[in-house]
Nanobody, 122 residues
């Protein structure tokens, strides 16, 4: 099982970025996929998820700004991030598994990507 993120970088406040997470070694339609982030000195927190029933959910801090989607043919999920703020600066991780569905419990995530850094700064 492998999750490979891409798309991170430096962006100015108000800007946009799109993250991608390519999954291999399993069929992600059977699992919950999502994105967590971790800023220095802080706990890893859930940002967005697509649960096994296809529904999406978001942390309150990103609602209306971030959109998660998936392409089953490519086994890839995406996170479109708009109106980025300095407080969005963090390492972003792709997550997959079945036990964390419907929660933001990072301890229940089965697989993690290597992470991609997002820095929002002028």
């Amino acid at each position: 099982v492998q999750l490979v993120e891409s798309g991170g970088g430096l962006v100015q406040p108000g800007g946009s970025l799109r993250l991608s997470c390519a999954a291999s070694g399993f069929s992600f339609e059977s699992y919950c996929m999502g994105w967590f982030r971790q800023a220095p000195g802080k706990e890893r927190e859930g940002v967005a998820a697509i649960d096994s029933d296809g529904s999406t959910r978001y942390a309150d801090s990103v609602k209306g700004r971030f959109t998660m989607s998936q392409d089953n043919a490519k086994n890839t999920v995406y996170l479109q991030m708009n109106s980025l703020k300095p407080e969005d600066t963090a390492m972003y991780y792709c997550a997959a598994g079945s036990r964390w569905c419907g929660t933001w419990d990072a301890t229940r995530v089965a697989w993690w990507g290597q992470g991609t850094q997002i820095t929002v700064s002028s």
